[in-house]
C-alpha cells in the first residue's frame, strides 16, 4: 500500500523510515518533507501543505493511509477534512487537539478529570494576572494560551520575570515570540513542580491505548540543561525515571483518565498522545502538558527500538482495533543527539552546506529536519538540521556511538549539546 506522512522535521523523516521497512508499504510520500527524505529514493517529497489539496493527492494516488506528524495541520482540523472525504488518517480531530493548541482547554480538562497537573488559574487582564503572581510567589510559571513551538513558556525564577511575561503574552501588539492566539490572548500561571521531566507516549484509537517507549528530552540549548528552551536537542529511551511503578501510575492515573474523559466529553481522542510529565522525588507523576502528536526528537529514538510493523500497527490505530495490538521493542538503549543550526532557537541561519554524512548503519542512523536539497547539494534550512541517532547495550555505549557518527558530520554554525543522556548514564 501507499502511505502519506504529512510534515518535515525530524519525526517524519524517522516516522517514513519505519514505515518503509513494512513489507506492506511499497511507496511512502512525505509532504512536504526535507533534504533526507528527498535523497532516500524510496522515499518521495511532495511539495504540498494546503489540507485540501493534500486530500486531492491522496485520492488521486489511492494513498491508503496518512499519518500526521505535526501539531499545526491538526490544529487546522486536517483529520475532519480527510475523514469528512471517507480517507484514513491517523491523528486526533481540531476539536480534540485543543488538548496541545489550547492550555487552557487542557487545564480545565485535566481539572474536571482528576488528573494530576499543577495548581493554576487563567486570566485575559493582566492586572488579575500580576495580583495572582503576588499572592502566589515565585518560582511560578506563566503560559501563553496558543501554540508557540515550545517558546511560550516563562519558568520565571523571580516575580519580576513572571510579571514582564505576563506583560507582553497579554499585549498582543508586544508579541514578540510570535505566539498562535485561539482568540482574545490568554495565559495560565501555574505553580512551578519539581522533579524529573519524562515524555510518555500512547498511540489511542478513541477508546484502546497502546503505550510506546518512554523516553526524555533534552529542551535547554546548552550542557547541564543552561540557556534558552528548544524544540529539543536531543532524546533517549527509555528513560529510567520511568520504573514500572512509575509506568502504572501513569497509565491509571493519567493517560486512561485522559483518553475516557474525552470520549465522555464526546471528543474521543485517536491519535498520538504525549503526556510530558514531571515525576517528582517520590516517584509520583504530575502532567507538565499534553501534545497531540509525537515528539520530535522523541520520535527518533522510539523508532529506532520498534520492533513491531509500523503500518500494520497504524491499520488497527485507525479501524479501533488496537487492543489487538502488543507492540515489540529492542531492548538496548538509543539515543539521539540534535545538531542545530547557527543562531537557533532565535533566527536560525540557513544555506550553509552540509559535508561528511556518513551511511546508515544498523546502530546508527541520521534523520534529517531542516536539511534542503538545493542544485544537488544538501544545505542547512532550518533551526534543528538533523539529529543522529544511535543502538548501544548501555545509555553510555549509545551515547558514544551517536557522538562517534557526530563527528563526521560538518556544517558551519552547527551546535551540538555534548550531554544528550547524562540522566541516564548518572543512574
Ligand atoms: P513544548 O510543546 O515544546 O514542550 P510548550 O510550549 O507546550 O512546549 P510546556 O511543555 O508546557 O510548553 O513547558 C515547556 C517546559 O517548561 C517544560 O518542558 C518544563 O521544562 C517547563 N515547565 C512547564 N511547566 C512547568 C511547571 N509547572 N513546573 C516546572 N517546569 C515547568
Excluded at 150 to 172: F, N, R, S, Y
Excluded at 175 to 203: C, K, T, Y
Aim: hydrophobic share 45%.
Amino acid at each position: 500500500m501507499k502511505v502519506l506522512v504529512i510534515g518535515s522535521g525530524g519525526r517524519e523523516h524517522a516516522l517514513a523510515w519505519k514505515l518503509l521497512e513494512s513489507p506492506r508499504v511499497q511507496t511512502v510520500y512525505v509532504a512536504p518533507g526535507n533534504g533526507g527524505t528527498a535523497l532516500d529514493p524510496r522515499l518521495e517529497n511532495v511539495p504540498i501543505t494546503d489540507h485540501a489539496a493534500l486530500a486531492d493527492f491522496v485520492v488521486a494516488q489511492k494513498v491508503a493511509l496518512t499519518v500526521v506528524g505535526p501539531e499545526v495541520p491538526l490544529a487546522g482540523g486536517v483529520v475532519d477534512l480527510f475523514r469528512e472525504r471517507g480517507l484514513r488518517i491517523f491523528g486526533p480531530t481540531q476539536a480534540a487537539a485543543q488538548l496541545e493548541s489550547s492550555k487552557a482547554f487542557a487545564k480545565a480538562f485535566m481539572k474536571r478529570h482528576g488528573i494530576p497537573t499543577a495548581a493554576y488559574e487563567t486570566f485575559t487582564d493582566a492586572a488579575a494576572a500580576h495580583a495572582y503572581v503576588d499572592a502566589r510567589g515565585a518560582p511560578i510559571v506563566v503560559k501563553a494560551d496558543g501554540l508557540a513551538a515550545g517558546k511560550g513558556v516563562v519558568v520565571a525564577a523571580t516575580a519580576e520575570e513572571a510579571h514582564q511575561a505576563i506583560d507582553w503574552m497579554l499585549t498582543p501588539e508586544d508579541n514578540r515570540l510570535g505566539v498562535q492566539h485561539n482568540d482574545v490572548p490568554r495565559v495560565v500561571v501555574e505553580d512551578f513542580l519539581e522533579g524529573e521531566e519524562a515524555s510518555f507516549i500512547v498511540m489511542c484509537d478513541g477508546r484502546n491505548v497502546v503505550s510506546l517507549a518512554t523516553s526524555q528530552d533534552h529542551k535547554r540549548l546548552l550542557d547541564n540543561d543552561q540557556g534558552p528552551n528548544t524544540g529539543g536537542m536531543g532524546a533517549y529511551s527509555p528513560a529510567p525515571v520511568v520504573t514500572p511503578n512509575v509506568h502504572a501510575k501513569v497509565m491509571h492515573e493519567i493517560v486512561l483518565p485522559t483518553v475516557q474523559g474525552m470520549a465522555r466529553d464526546g471528543i474521543p481522542f485517536t491519535g498520538f498522545l504525549y503526556a510530558g510529565l514531571m515525576i517528582d522525588a517520590q516517584g509520583q507523576p504530575r502532567t507538565v502538558e499534553f501534545n497531540c502528536r509525537m515528539g520530535d526528537p522523541e520520535t527518533q529514538p522510539i523508532m529506532m527500538r520498534l520492533k513491531s510493523d509500523l503500518a500494520e500497527v497504524l491499520l488497527h490505530a485507525t479501524d479501533g482495533t488496537l487492543d489487538k495490538v502488543t507492540l515489540e521493542w529492542d531492548r538496548r538503549i538509543a539515543l539521539g543527539v540534535v545538531m542545530a543550526a547557527e543562531g537557533y532557537p532565535l533566527a536560525p541561519r540557513k544555506g550553509d552546506p552540509i559535508h561528511g554524512l556518513p551511511e546508515d548503519a544498523p546502530d546508527a542512523r541520521v534523520f534529517h529536519a531542516g536539511t534542503a536539497l538545493v542544485d544537488g547539494r544538501l544545505v542547512t534550512a532550518g533551526g534543528r538540521v538533523l539529529c543522529v541517532t544511535a543502538l548501544g547495550d548501555s545509555a553510555k555505549l549509545a551515547q558514544q556511538r551517536a557522538y562517534e557518527v557526530l563527528q563526521r558530520i560538518q556544517f558551519a554554525g552547527a551546535q551540538v549539546r555534548r550531554d544528550i543522556g547524562h540522566r541516564a548514564i548518572r543512574r
